[in-house]
């Protein structure tokens, strides 16, 4: 299996990146409504590709990671938050997810934050078990929060020290 070329997102790649949201989407971690066309572009005010570090393999994009800002206050700049990671169906168990999540932390450290923080669905084993193997740990959980298919599910905040 080839390894993940891990980059920041350039322009370039917004239709990649749409594209792929909308092929990944699930309700084992998405909270809003499944995308309808016409469809939003990716990048908007908020985030733009300098928020995001993609992964590559073999030149096609298989993944991302979204980094931001948890709150727009001065004394919480020193913690940056992920708002979002996806990898393609085809790419999972390729290192994509770890990859991409070394990236950002890296990134963080080397602008001076001091924590990393996530939230995750309850029901999402599979990312729980990647951030944990990293080295997040739960620090709240907020029961139910979300009703999904019929079902209430957690909302699972977690996080970690750089």
């Known amino acids: 299996m080839p390894v993940p070329h ?4 350039t322009l370039d790649d917004e239709d990649a990146l749409g594209r792929l949201d909308r092929a990944t989407w699930s309700t ?3 909270v809003q409504p499944r995308p309808q066309p016409p469809y939003e572009p990716f990048y908007n005010e908020r985030f733009g590709p300098r928020d995001h570090h993609v992964a590559e393999l073999d030149g096609v994009l298989v993944g991302y990671i979204r980094l931001g800002y948890p709150t727009p206050l001065a004394c919480n700049s020193h913690v940056r938050q992920i708002q979002g990671l996806v990898v393609a ?3 999972r168990h390729a290192g994509v ?3 991409l999540l070394r990236a950002v932390m890296d990134g963080a450290r080397r602008q001076g934050a001091r924590r990393i923080t996530l939230r995750v669905l309850g ?8 951030y944990e193997s990293e080295g997040f740990e ?3 959980v907020l029961p139910e929060e979300f009703l999904l298919d019929g079902d209430y599910v957690d909302d699972v905040f977690m996080g970690r020290s750089l």
């Open 6 to 9: 891990i980059r920041i997102a």
């Open 123 to 130: 029901h999402n084993t599979p990312a729980r078990k990647l």
């Open 28 to 30: 084992l971690h998405a």
């Open 97 to 99: 997810g770890r990859g």
């Open 138 to 140: 739960v620090e709240g």
């Open 89 to 91: 169906e085809e790419a």
